[in-house]
């Protein structure tokens, strides 16, 4: 492509059109970009404690959200009895994280109130929390070669 011809060569494997530019931000996610079969990755978690108060406040050691994340809560069940994980209030509803410390973080609505606990079941094990929306890291790895490895 030139000032004289704006238009990009097919047949050039020099031209602009076939340089990739990486605007990303460096990311440690994924620790490993080929842990799926489709190369593709998301973050899910189960947490280490839930609240059941008001605001209800979610515990995961080193979980690296930042406020303003969406997430959708599933795997919160009552039956059978043996697998009951608590919380199944919140299973398959979507939450805004707010007031993020590095282990905890609270659940609010689209309008940034927390979400009260106090009538919810307690928490005991288990569930699953997914990272959704527009600030879902899905990475292709060949954004992001194994270290070693030189980006042309």
Known sequence: MSELDPMPNPQNPN??????????????????PDSSLSHFTIRQFIPEGITAALPIVVTKTAHGFQNGQAIRATKFITVPLSLATGMEQLNNLLFYIRQVTNDTFQLCDANTQPIDGRNFSSY?????????????????PSHFPPDGIPVL
């Open 15 to 32: 031209d602009a059109m076939y340089q990739f530019i990486d605007t990303q931000p460096a990311s440690a996610y994924p620790n490993n």
């Open 124 to 140: 005991i094990q288990g569930g699953q929390f997914t990272l959704t929306g527009p600030d879902l890291p899905v990475v292709n």
